[in-house]
């Protein structure tokens, strides 16, 4: 079984702080890795995604890939309540199938 | 752009009935996804569609679900008979390549 593995937290944070999600997968042939947001009752949305080893950078959003380690991360600068929710770690393979994890829950504290 | 639609929202039902779901993807994405989302979990895919064509229904329980997307567009899922465990929220998305995916807003089902 194919798995991506993640803590379900809540992870508290407070506001202004750094928040800190990882992620681990089991795939060796996972190609590409996505972070998803999911507000309570909504649809998961696209934060950003990563292919190639190392950081990429989007605002206040960081994913690290190190596929060596099998390993991602998000890193969320500057935390707001509004960056309270569910975030959901995904990877894909060449067909484009997505294998999520169970989502680590992000509670931003003023 | 219009994103992708899902219809209905929510829907009760008691087990043992069949229900129906609807999902128009965005126009252009040839690729069309049905995930089932259960509470404290991530969504798990059920089924992939190319234009009209099943990439992937390797997780479909096929003797009670089945789906099907007539013309390469608009997509259904069917659950004939329901069971308790089928209760969730049941998403589709739709990419425009094998990246991004986009979800609808998903339909809540309840299986009493």
């Known amino acids: 079984q194919k798995e991506v593995e993640q803590n379900s937290g809540p992870l508290s944070v407070p506001e202004g702080a750094i928040a800190s999600l990882n992620c681990t997968y089991s795939?060796?042939?996972?190609?590409?890795f996505f972070w998803y947001r999911q507000y309570s009752g909504k649809s998961p949305e696209l934060i950003m995604f990563?292919?190639?080893?190392g950081d990429k950078e989007d605002g206040r959003f960081t994913a690290q890939l190190n596929k060596a380690s099998q390993y991602v991360s998000l890193l969320i600068r500057d935390s707001q309540p509004s960056d309270s929710a569910t975030y959901l770690c995904?990877?894909?393979?060449?067909?484009?199938?997505?294998?999520f994890g169970a989502g680590t829950q992000v509670v931003v504290t003023p | 752009e219009a994103g992708v639609a899902q219809s209905p929202r929510y829907k009760i039902i008691e087990k043992r009935q069949s229900v129906a779901f609807w999902c128009n993807p965005i126009s252009g994405h040839a690729t069309l996804y049905w995930y089932q989302q259960i509470l404290g979990q991530g969504p798990k895919l059920l089924i992939q569609f190319q234009n009209n064509g099943v990439v992937d229904d390797s997780q479909l329980p096929k003797d009670r679900f089945s789906a099907e997307r007539l013309k390469g567009v608009d997509s259904t899922l069917k659950i004939q008979p329901a069971k308790l465990e089928d209760s969730a929220v049941y998403l589709c998305?739709?990419?425009?390549?094998?990246?991004?995916?986009?979800f609808g807003p998903g339909t809540r089902l309840t299986v009493l």
């Open positions: 995904a990877g894909t393979d060449s067909w484009g199938k997505l294998q």
């Open positions: 990563i292919y190639s080893n």
């Open positions: 795939d060796r042939g996972s190609q590409s």
């Open positions: 998305a739709s990419s425009p390549t094998a990246d991004t995916q986009y």
